[in-house]
């Protein structure tokens, strides 16, 4: 199910997030921590479901990623 959000991420950095994630780049980070902190998301105000995002690790990070950003 897909939100109407108003929080977009480019395509192409989102993709390279996840180049970076994958070779290890955030080290001792659970996903969505890493998530957030690379994209520098306390910048946002309405933090409520950030910080949601902030806790998550895996799958439970990923979905919550890709229903809380449009990638563009």
Request: net charge neutral; charged share 25%.
């Amino acid at each position: 199910m897909e939100t109407d959000s108003s929080l977009q991420i480019e395509r192409a950095a989102y993709e390279e997030f996840v180049r970076l994630w994958r070779q290890g780049h955030f080290e001792h980070q659970r996903l969505g921590q890493a998530f957030y902190n690379h994209f520098n998301l306390h910048k946002i105000a309405g933090q409520a479901a950030l910080r949601d995002l902030y806790e998550a690790g895996g799958e439970k990070a990923s979905g919550l990623i890709l229903r809380l950003f449009r990638l563009h």
